[in-house]
């Protein structure tokens, strides 16, 4: 089944503390990236897919990411709980907002547009890593569905980057996050681990990507090795 995109949400509510001390006083969702502030970039792309409806969930340094209201007529939510707890209180905060929907970070840099307006279900984006890594790797059945989430591993998929949530994918994460959302797993969690927890409920597909095509900003070692990259 097909599915038109109704928005994405970005969350960008934490304190990066790998990027301790720049991230104090400039959030990395505003760290510049070959030129590009981080953010804008992946704005500019969700809008080139038309999708318009973009939600920005902050809390550390919301008042930076204020200009984007009137630059590209977005939306932000402020996640209040951000500094007790994990990712999942952002996707709690938009709670009312996730329907057919895009879930990304503020802190991917996509070096090709992956974002369409239509999708044929609900997927994680994967890369493929020969060597060990420390991401969550995941295994898929037959049908390409994941049937199997461990961090770490090694000549594995492990999930980067943005995924996309079909509304019958998010109506029964959203219904399983509210009716946990006071355990201590949760509120300690990402979503990928909750999502681990109740893959016999929750059935999502991988989307396979090229090694160079995503990159993540979360230590000062990737942000100075992705621009040598890119400028290579």
């Known amino acids: 089944m097909t599915y038109t995109v109704d928005n994405a949400i970005i969350m960008a509510a934490g304190l990066s503390s790998r990027l301790l001390p720049l991230s104090l006083k400039k959030h990395k969702a505003m760290f510049e990236v070959n030129g ?15 999708i318009n409806e973009i939600i920005i969930v902050a809390g550390h340094l919301i008042e930076q990411f204020y200009y984007l209201n009137d630059k590209f007529d977005i939306t932000i939510i402020e996640n209040k709980e951000y500094q007790t707890r994990n990712n999942t209180s952002s996707l709690h905060a938009a709670k009312s907002h996730i329907g057919n929907s895009y879930i990304c970070s503020c802190d991917n840099y996509f070096k090709i547009n992956p974002f369409e307006k239509h999708v044929e279900g609900s997927y994680y984006s994967v890369l493929f890593s020969p060597d060990h890594t420390d991401e969550w790797c995941v295994q898929v059945d037959s049908n390409g569905f994941i049937s199997n989430v461990a961090i770490g591993g090694s000549n594995q998929w492990y999930m980067m980057g943005h995924a996309f949530w079909a509304k019958p994918f998010s109506e029964k994460f959203m219904e399983i996050l509210e009716r946990n959302y006071d355990d201590s797993y949760v509120r300690e969690t990402v979503w990928e681990g909750l999502l681990a927890t109740n893959l016999d409920k929750l059935k999502i597909q991988i ?15 990737d942000f100075e090795k992705i621009n040598i990259l890119l400028k290579g």
């Open 36 to 50: 590009e502030i981080l953010i804008e970039r992946q704005i500019k792309q969700l809008k080139d897919a038309g």
């Open 207 to 221: 989307r396979r990507y090229n090694h160079n095509d995503i990159y993540e900003i979360d230590s000062i070692e």
